[in-house]
């Protein structure tokens, strides 16, 4: 291994290897910035352009594009409350209050910074255990994938800030959104009003970018800047990191790992979960969805945490994590390089190179990230009346980028407007983004487990995995019920 | 309305949609078992919340402070407005001259009021997005009329 690690090094060192790192990163930081645009759409769209390349240098590239967008998308949330990814929902809980007191330049440090030590974790994960955790990650069967979707669920206690009800009622919400289109046992339509569009359920990203992009929009119109009124200016270019932040980014980058190990978890729940983590061992949880730094660092570590998480099985197993790790799987198979045992000893060098690649795309983004968030933090003190056009007509092209289809525009306006009304009746979009993520996690978990059993719930209880996804439910519940105040 | 009966309606409301959730889940076929199982699952689970919920805001005490659904009316009317009528002519007028006109519409209906600057922003924003989403991803916006010139 060290023999091939030094070769992968010396690959790794080459300008061009990293000029097409750092160039990838910078293009997934613009690209995970902007609503609607993906890392897995970027990474599909380059397998054609990586294919002349020398295998190292494409699949740098490919890493790159990866990590920048998978932090890129915390700028849109911290700013404007508009996140660019999905797993980036949770960033905006407090990246949003911290810009609202003029901490926006803060919030994106602490973004960075969590999002590369996040990046870092998972990478040595990958580097270092990843056979061993690729097979661990295979014991996961249909009860505890149900059971890590209730794990994510128990996030609705904490996303709610007034009346519990309002908040779980806002979580079935969203599960009930999910069922719409075919159920995923059977493949039976359900709830589509034979609209061909809603066949596959309704779109997660135009549903996102209404929740929190439109409604946010229609919340500015009362105002003139996104800045509040006697926010301290000075503190946009201040970088200087709030401390105290270490556990949070070591937790959420484990964290993160693990649950991006698991083929089809994601970024998304991680950052939940992590979120959740973060506040139930706070000392001062109500300061959570105020403007606390701790977190935007634990959503943004957990979420980067995934990176290297989701290429451990990618690449012992041939099984992607998620989308972007599937897209990479085609990076990696035009180069005649398939995923398995192989990929460590025959083609260790190129493997080894590009896992190494990971770190120096970390290590870009934290330099570019940290350099510019003093600019990027501008954003928040341009005037309202053109940040609210200039943010609708980025959601709706990015919205109707994801099928090249109207109907997700309309589709996105509409729970732009319901969430809105929802906010401000007091129910929470968090919780029914959560619903909406984890609607169908938790169903087909729930139906295969259930025609493993024959029916028995008994099923949720007898296996060990189970026992500590139920162990951590209860932790996480538990301090939530006895601080909670009355609402 | 104050938040009491706000609740109140809301509970209603959540009962009405989890009876309906669970009489279509009734109609579904017997080869999707698992299907109407679920749905049946999350009817209930709102019924139980949202009957929860009315007698909660019904046995509510003290002062009911009023919702203030919007804050500035004149502002939000404008901006649900322009942008509907935004999302509905896009595929007649097109994607960049409905985008380039609803952002100098709309930004100057908010009282923005400097002609050089929004030009100059709403030129960026949309040769950015040709660029990024046109050129570079390959995104067919939609061109409408304009389609035979370009």
């Given amino acids: 291994m060290i023999e091939m690690l030094t070769g992968a090094l010396g690959a790794l060192m080459r300008p061009e290897v990293l000029l097409a790192t750092v160039a990838g990163t910078a293009g997934g930081i613009i690209i995970g910035a902007i609503p609607g645009l993906t890392a897995t759409m970027a990474v599909a769209l380059l397998i054609p352009v990586t294919f002349g390349m020398d295998p190292i240098l494409g699949l740098a590239l490919m890493g790159g594009v990866y990590s920048g967008g998978m932090y890129g998308g915390a700028i849109s949330s911290i700013l404007l409350s508009t996140p660019g990814t999905p797993a980036a929902a949770a960033t905006a809980f407090d990246g949003y209050p911290m810009t609202r007191k003029g901490q926006g330049g803060v919030a994106i440090a602490v973004a960075t910074v969590a999002s590369f030590w996040g990046g870092v974790i998972s990478t040595l994960a990958l580097l270092l255990v990843a056979p061993w955790l690729a097979h661990v990650a295979l014991r996961f069967g249909p009860p505890e994938y149900f059971l890590l979707a209730v794990l994510g669920l128990t996030s609705i206690v904490t996303l709610t800030s007034g009346n519990l009800l309002k908040g779980l009622i806002s979580g079935a919400i969203g599960l009930a959104i999910a069922t ?193 968030a003093p600019f990027f933090a501008r954003v928040a003190t341009a005037s309202n009346a053109l940040l609210i056009p200039g943010i609708a007509i980025l959601s709706v092209v990015g919205s109707y980028a994801i099928q090249n289809s109207l109907f997700d525009v309309w589709l996105m306006l509409a729970f732009g407007l319901g969430g809105y009304f929802l906010h401000r009746a007091g129910f929470s979009l968090g919780a029914v983004v959560l619903g909406l993520i984890l609607g169908p996690i938790a169903e087909l978990g729930f139906g295969q487990s259930l025609a493993i059993s024959g029916g028995s719930a008994a099923i949720f209880f007898q296996r060990p995995i189970c026992l500590i996804l139920w162990g951590l439910v209860v932790l996480l519940l538990l301090p939530a019920f006895i601080k909670r105040k009355p609402a | 309305m104050n938040k009491k009966v706000l609740d109140i309606l809301g509970g209603v409301a959540g009962l009405i949609l989890a009876v309906a959730m669970y009489s279509a889940a009734l109609s579904f076929p017997d080869r999707a078992p698992d299907a109407a199982r679920y749905v049946k699952f999350l009817a209930v689970t709102i019924m139980v919340l949202c009957g929860a919920l009315i007698v909660q805001a019904w046995f509510r005490r003290g002062i009911q402070i009023p919702i203030q659904w919007v804050k500035a009316p004149r502002a939000f009317t404008i901006t649900v407005v322009l942008t509907l009528a935004y999302a509905v002519s896009m595929n007649w007028v097109g994607f960049y001259a409905g985008s380039f006109f609803y952002m100098v519409v709309l930004a100057w209906a908010l009282k923005y009021r400097q002609p050089v600057r929004l030009m100059a922003f709403s030129l960026c924003l949309l040769l950015a997005v040709y660029g990024v989403f046109e050129k570079f991803l390959g995104v067919p916006v939609p061109h409408g009329v304009w389609e035979a010139w370009l």
């Fill in chain 1, 180 to 372: 719409v289109g075919m159920d995923p046992i059977g493949g039976y339509l359900r709830f589509t009003a034979g609209q061909i569009d809603l066949y596959e359920g309704v779109s997660f990203m135009p549903a996102l970018i209404g929740l929190f992009s439109i409604s946010q929009i229609l919340e500015l119109t009362s105002e003139t800047h996104i800045v509040e009124l006697g926010a301290d200016l000075s503190t946009l270019k201040n970088r200087k990191l709030p401390s105290g932040l270490a556990p949070t980014i070591a937790r959420g980058g484990l964290l993160g790992t693990v649950v991006g190990i698991l083929p089809g978890a994601g970024a998304t729940i991680a950052a939940f979960i992590s979120y959740n983590f973060a506040k139930q061992l706070s000392k001062d949880p109500n300061s959570f969805g105020h403007g606390n730094p701790k977190g935007v660092a634990a959503s943004e570590s957990a979420n980067n945490g995934c990176v290297g998480g989701s290429l451990v099985p990618l690449l012992t197993l041939g099984i992607p994590g998620n989308s972007v790790a599937a897209a990479l799987m085609g990076g990696l198979m035009i180069h005649n390089l398939i995923p398995g045992p192989e990929l460590f000893t025959r083609y260790g060098t190129v493997t080894y190179a590009f896992i190494l690649s990971l770190f120096v795309a970390n290590i870009a983004f934290l330099v570019l990230g940290l350099y510019f």
